[in-house]
């Protein structure tokens, strides 16, 4: 039985149904079977040949794009260009600059006509199958109308796909599902922990925070960066500084409000230790939000010392900086216990002395051996 408080999913498939994609048909079967408000589009209809065997039999119809002539698609990203046009053309410079130019032309007409055709509807989720053309019409979707999207990615979407393209997807998505290991190691190395930063600072600023947030650090994804604060409309708050020297890094200690390092562990099982930005950091004062990963929790005891979020979840993180935001006491007590830790226990004439003492038991072991 459906419930009307379920959330109402629409499902983006790029050819739909197939013979040898029945594990999509049965996904959505038993989601109705559970009760939850599907509505079904398929980019376009398999021929008879490829659906007889593999044909739909759930309650909810197909809506079919390549049914639309294309006069009638033209005319809906017209009418959308009209209703939002700074909406619309910052869409379809994104789609443009991350896809081949008739793709891009594709995915926007699709992705305007999909989009009218839910707005209305209380759609709260769009899902894709596939990371190709089906997951970059609901980013279009998302991008046009605000309605978050995931996917789930199989093979040949991942490996054919470009690097960026299929990091700028992930960006953007709600979250992405994937049906092996091995798959999900690739897409992991995709993915810069930074990206969860922006993320959290656009759900802050739709919450009416203001602040600037200032990124240190090169890496080989800052255009995929860029394009993500360009596309949640952060240029005004998020900066990307890119390398630092060790003096300018203390001198924006010294002008922050806290620091953040939504620290993540890489494919190839990579991770921080103890992050120095956070002995830094704590050491001057400054409060901090991390994560549990690694050797971080030795330092960072939550709510003693510090905050941490589980790794990769924005909203997370955006509740734990809304929280030091909205606090000033909770800062004050949270910096001086930091810093009291990192004199405790990171203190380097300490830690000298602690070492000068090893060297000399060894080398009286050595004496008296």
Request: aromatic share 8%; hydrophobic share 45%.
């Amino acid at each position: 039985m459906r419930n009307s408080n379920q959330p109402k999913i629409v499902y983006l498939l790029d050819n739909f149904p197939v013979l040898s994609e029945t594990f999509i048909q049965q996904e959505a079967l038993i989601l109705e079977h559970q009760g939850l408000l599907l509505r079904l589009f398929s980019l376009s209809e398999p021929s008879a040949s490829k659906s007889a065997e593999g044909a739909w039999h759930g309650q909810t119809p197909v809506t079919y794009i390549s049914h639309q002539s294309k006069l009638n698609l033209l005319a809906i990203a017209v009418r959308r260009f009209l209703k939002t046009p700074g909406r619309f053309l910052r869409t379809g410079i994104l789609t443009f600059v991350h896809d081949y130019p008739w793709s891009a032309i594709w995915c926007l007409l699709c992705g305007a006509y999909v989009s009218e055709k839910i707005e209305q509807q209380g759609i709260t989720h769009l899902h894709a199958h596939f990371a190709s053309r089906a997951a970059s019409v609901a980013q279009v979707v998302y991008l046009l109308t605000g309605i978050p999207y995931s996917f789930t990615t199989h093979a040949y979407d991942i490996y054919l796909s470009r690097k960026s393209a299929l990091a700028y997807k992930m960006g953007m998505a709600r979250f992405v599902i994937t049906v092996s290991a091995y798959n999900q190691q690739y897409l992991e190395k995709l993915v810069d922990q930074r990206i969860y930063l922006i993320s959290a600072c656009h759900i802050l600023k739709n919450q009416g925070y203001d602040f600037i947030c200032r990124i240190v650090g090169e890496g080989p994804q800052r255009r995929i960066l860029e394009h993500k604060i360009r596309e949640l409309a952060l240029t005004d708050s998020v900066e990307l500084l890119g390398a630092a020297t060790h003096k300018q890094v203390i001198k924006m200690y010294q002008q922050a409000t806290t620091v953040t390092l939504p620290c993540i562990v890489a494919k190839n099982g990579d991770r921080d230790g103890i992050p120095i930005a956070l002995v830094e950091a704590l050491y001057m004062g400054v409060p901090v939000v991390s994560t549990p990963v690694s050797g971080i929790p030795e330092l960072i005891s939550e709510e003693v010392n510090g905050l941490l979020v589980p790794p990769q979840d924005s909203r997370a993180l955006a509740a734990a900086l809304a929280l030091l935001l909205d606090d000033p006491l909770l800062r004050c007590r949270l910096a001086r216990a930091g810093r009291e830790t990192v004199l405790e226990r990171f203190d380097m004439a300490q830690n000298a002395q602690r070492l000068m003492r090893l060297f000399c038991a060894d080398e009286e072991d050595r004496r008296n051996a």
